[in-house]
Each structure stands twice: as C-alpha cells, then as structure tokens.
C-alpha cells in the first residue's frame, strides 16, 4: 500500500506538514493565536497537498498526468505561501496591538 503514494519516504515526507498541523491545533489552545491559527492551519493543508501531488506522480495507483501534477503542486504552493504570510502578517498585527 505504500507503493502506491511512491514508497516509504513519501510516507515520511507527507506525515511531517500533518504533524506541524497537529502541532498547530494543539497550540491554539495554549497560546493566543486570533485567527492567524486558521491560515496556517490552511497552509499547512495545501503543503500536505503537494506533497500528496508529489507522492502519487512517484507512485503506482493514480497515473496523474505530468501536466496537471505540475500546475496542482505549483498552484498549492503558491497557495501555502499567500495563506502563511498571510497568518504571519495576522500574528504581527496582533503582536502590534497588544503591545499598545
């Protein structure tokens, strides 16, 4: 069965944005986060994507093809990068605002 995401270190490589997404859900209960916590949580979810994406094009059950695999994994990443600045940018103003 892990042939079929393209071998045991794919397995690896996808688990490693879902436990910074554990990871995240578990600090919004100690810290502060206003919304912040729901754009990164996003972002951790489009990396997992493209990890995904990565994974199938390396594995045997879903033939993705070359083209669509490439702008998939491109458009995910860009959407990683727009929505965890954009919850940095959240944590920044909030940081901003408390001190005041």
Do not use: H, K
């Not at 944005?17 to 729901?38: K, Y």
């Not at 045997?60 to 490439?70: D, E, I, N, Q, S």
């Amino acid at each position: 069965m892990l042939e079929w995401f393209g071998g045991v270190s794919n397995v690896v490589n996808l688990t490693i944005p879902l436990f910074g997404l554990a990871l995240l859900v578990t600090l919004r209960e100690i810290t502060e986060t206003n919304r912040s916590w729901q754009y990164i949580a996003a972002a951790f979810c489009c990396w997992a994507g493209v990890r995904l994406v990565i994974a199938l094009r390396d594995g045997t059950l879903v033939a993705v093809p070359r083209l669509v695999g490439a702008n998939l994994a491109v458009l995910l990443l860009v959407g990683f990068f727009v929505l965890f600045f954009r919850g940095l940018f959240d944590v920044w103003r909030l940081r901003d605002t408390a001190t005041t």
